[in-house]
């Protein structure tokens, strides 16, 4: 486990200016920010999405499993952990903010465990 990456990341993820806007059809859409309702592939978004983006060298991926996977070999996770950061269960996703997101990689860095029911 890459305990600087994932502090780095928890630090981007809280600091970076976050908005959220909502479609005409009420679907959550990401603009210019964080969101783990969906994945974009080859963008910031989710966890693995930030991941790829910071440490990912500007590679590209066609498909957004690979974003999760090239997030879990930067990040230097065991599969199983890094399923329950990128894909966290229980709850809506869209309520995730980056200040939780940002305390639960904090979580990791320092346990070694994902846990989704912490408080930032």
């Known amino acids: 486990m890459n305990k600087e990456r994932i502090l780095q990341l928890a630090d981007v ?7 959220r806007r909502y479609k005409p059809t009420s679907q959550w859409r990401k603009l210019n920010g964080f969101n783990m309702s969906s994945w974009h592939c080859g963008t910031t978004g989710c966890i693995a999405g930030w991941a790829h983006h910071l440490f990912g060298g500007g590679k590209e991926t066609a498909f957004t499993d690979d974003i999760q996977y090239d997030a879990q070999e930067l990040l230097d996770l065991p599969f199983e952990i890094a399923d329950d ?3 966290p269960g229980g709850g809506y996703l869209r309520d995730i903010k980056p200040a939780k997101a940002a305390a639960v990689l904090r979580h990791l860095a320092e346990t070694g465990k994902v846990n989704w029911s912490i408080t930032p």
Request: aromatic share 10%; proline share 10%; net charge positive.
């Open 13 to 19: 993820i809280e600091r970076t200016p976050h908005r």
């Open 85 to 87: 950061l990128f894909v």
